[in-house]
T-cell receptor
Framework: NAGVTQTPKFQVLKTGQSMTLQCAQDMNHNSMYWYRQDPGMGLRLIYYSASEGTTDKGEVPDGYNVSRLKKQNFLLGLESAAPSQTSVYFC????????????FGEGSRLTVL | GQQVMQIPQYQHVQEGEDFTTYCNSS?????IQWYKQRPGGHPVFLIQ?????EVKKQKRLTFQFGEAKKNSSLHITATQTTDVGTYFCAGSSYGQNFVFGPGTRLSVLP
């Protein structure tokens, strides 16, 4: 019963460093998402993937890149981390992009110094 | 773009009191979802509303979708300490991704 698994759970970066957040789901869902959560701002969509091999920008895509080479995996990359990217990142998946329940991972807390 | 607002931002109640959070969208929604996030946890789906004027109940929780499909509410009757957390609404306008509100943080004093 893994559901959505994110790694790593915690990460500290220096400004300018790069890293990749990994997300895996075992529910055979078509759609996957990356959100960031900042105090008082709810969850903001960074990128999403409606189906394997496709990706699209969300509300706040600048400074990020994604890839969905396999249906079960959705990767979020930071090429050159900035302090403004300090946040909690949540990966989610759903059977259907427009109507399905979102299943969230446990989150990844990223600090950029 | 679509905006989703929630009020209040914070609510402190005594255990046993009722609690209501309101969600308002700048655009007409095709459906709305509600999520609960416990402190330090991740959002967990509670319910989805689709029809205008729809009311759904889950034990002590009552969810409503407005007639104009631009607002929604979550009401908790007789709160318990297990209700502590942040409640988010997320609305989807036709063909668009879900947009989350900023959430209402509920604390329950025993």
């Amino acid at each position: 019963n893994a559901g959505v698994t994110q790694t790593p759970k915690f990460q500290v970066l220096k400004t300018g460093q790069s890293m990749t957040l990994q997300c895996a789901q075992d529910m055979n869902h078509n759609s996957m998402y990356w959100y960031r959560q900042d105090p008082g701002m709810g969850l903001r969509l960074i990128y999403y993937s409606a189906s394997e091999g496709t990706t699209d920008k969300g509300e706040v895509p600048d400074g990020y890149n994604v890839s969905r080479l396999k249906k079960q995996n959705f990767l979020l990359g930071l090429e050159s981390a900035a302090p403004s990217q300090t946040s909690v990142y949540f990966c989610a998946s759903s059977p259907d992009r427009l109507a399905g329940e979102l299943f969230f991972g446990e989150g990844s807390r990223l600090t950029v110094l | 773009g679509q905006q989703v607002m929630q009020i209040p931002q914070y609510q402190h109640v005594q255990e046993g009191e009722d609690f209501t959070t309101y969600c308002n969208s700048s655009t007409t929604l095709s459906n709305i979802q509600w999520y609960k996030q416990r402190p330090g946890g991740h959002p967990v789906f509670l319910i989805q509303l689709v029809k205008s004027g729809e009311v759904k109940k889950q034990k002590r929780l009552t969810f409503q979708f407005g007639e104009a499909k631009k607002n929604s509410s979550l009401h908790i009757t007789a709160t318990q300490t297990t209700d502590v957390g942040t409640y988010f609404c997320a609305g989807s306008s036709y063909g668009q991704n879900f947009v989350f509100g900023p959430g209402t943080r509920l604390s329950v004093l025993p």
